[in-house]
């Protein structure tokens, strides 16, 4: 079975300090891969998705950025945090070559920024 | 038109009541429609999914309603339970793509 791993589970940085967060899926070959940030109660915000190795779509400009170097391992960086980037921070994968399949989560990251 | 509409932000239901969450979209291009449950703390898991060729599917206490016509898709929970306090999410896909389109999600508290 299919079982997608994110850490860590809670993070504290102080402003300014760089940031990496790492997701592997295990069970599955060539998952498309997602990370969403998600505030306090509120809603899914993607911010990057990944259908191969190296390839990295955008959709929120900001300091963050992400990199695919194998085929189940997704990680989102940045060099220089902000407040702003506070929020919980979660990984997810569907089939990479099947139409119409769910996204499956993982536990997330609880990131806070000081 | 990429959005997916979501009601109630909240909702407060007794035990052993029927919870009842709303989605509308526009996108007619949309074909694949999940549920996803939220507990505090823990990713969304996958409750419930649907295809637009079926109007309704059930999966134990959890029903998905499907209105080709109004664009509007539907979760039902019989019986609600306090163990399904949780925040629920609806979504669209459309196939071929790869960005899953979310509601903005509902707060569900069942009283025991």
């Known amino acids: 079975s299919q079982t997608i791993h994110q850490w860590p589970a809670t993070l504290v940085q102080p402003v300014g300090s760089p940031l990496s967060l790492e997701c592997t899926v295990e069970?599955?070959?060539?998952?498309?891969l997602y990370w969403y940030r998600q505030a306090a109660g509120r809603g899914l915000q993607l911010l990057f998705y990944?259908?191969?190795?190296?390839?990295i779509s955008s959709e929120v400009p900001q300091n963050l950025s992400a990199s695919r170097p194998q085929d189940r391992q997704f990680i989102l960086s940045s060099k220089k945090l902000l407040l702003s980037d506070s929020g919980f921070y979660l990984c997810?994968?569907?089939?990479?070559?099947?139409?119409?399949?769910?996204?499956?989560f993982g536990d997330g990251t609880r990131l806070s920024i000081l | 038109q990429q959005q997916v509409k979501q009601s109630p932000q909240s909702l407060i239901v007794q035990k052993g009541g029927i919870s009842i969450i709303n989605c509308a979209y526009e996108?007619?291009?949309?074909?694949?429609f999940p549920w996803y449950q939220q507990f505090p703390g823990k990713g969304p898991a996958l409750l419930i999914a649907?295809?637009?060729?079926?109007s309704e599917k059930k999966e134990g206490r959890f029903t998905i309603s499907f209105n080709k016509s109004a664009k509007q898709f539907s979760l039902h929970i019989m019986d609600s339970q306090p163990g399904d306090s949780a925040t629920y999410f609806c979504?669209?896909?459309?196939?071929?793509?790869?960005?899953?389109?979310f509601g903005t999600g509902t707060r569900l508290k069942v009283l025991a």
């Open positions: 997810a994968w569907s089939g990479g070559l099947v139409s119409n399949q769910p996204q499956h």
């Open positions: 069970g599955t070959s060539n998952p498309n």
């Open positions: 990944s259908v191969g190795i190296g390839q």
């Open positions: 996108n007619t291009a949309f074909d694949y």
């Open positions: 649907i295809r637009p060729d079926v």
């Open positions: 979504a669209a896909l459309t196939s071929g793509t790869y960005k899953y389109i």
